[in-house]
């Protein structure tokens, strides 16, 4: 397995969790009184993989000069 292939499957696995976290932070702002420092935590980790995923797609983008 080369390098490009590797950097792809971590990318999906990221932005599988990126949309799962999605879909937690969706469920838990729906309940009225929700725990604001498990929203906050969410939230971050939530910045934190999108961080991750840009920086993985720029890697695997070849560099163009213009």
């Given at each position: 397995m080369n390098e490009q292939e590797i950097l792809k499957e971590?990318?999906?696995s990221l932005r599988s969790e990126h949309r799962d976290?999605?879909?937690?932070i969706a469920r838990l702002a729906e309940r009225a009184p929700?725990?604001?420092?498990q929203m906050q935590r969410l939230k971050k980790r939530k910045l934190m993989?999108?961080?991750q995923?840009?920086?993985?797609?720029s890697r695997?983008?070849?560099?163009?000069?213009?």
């Open positions: 971590k990318l999906a976290l999605d879909d937690v929700y725990d604001q420092l993989l999108k961080d995923i840009t920086v993985l797609e695997l983008l070849p560099d163009i000069i213009a």
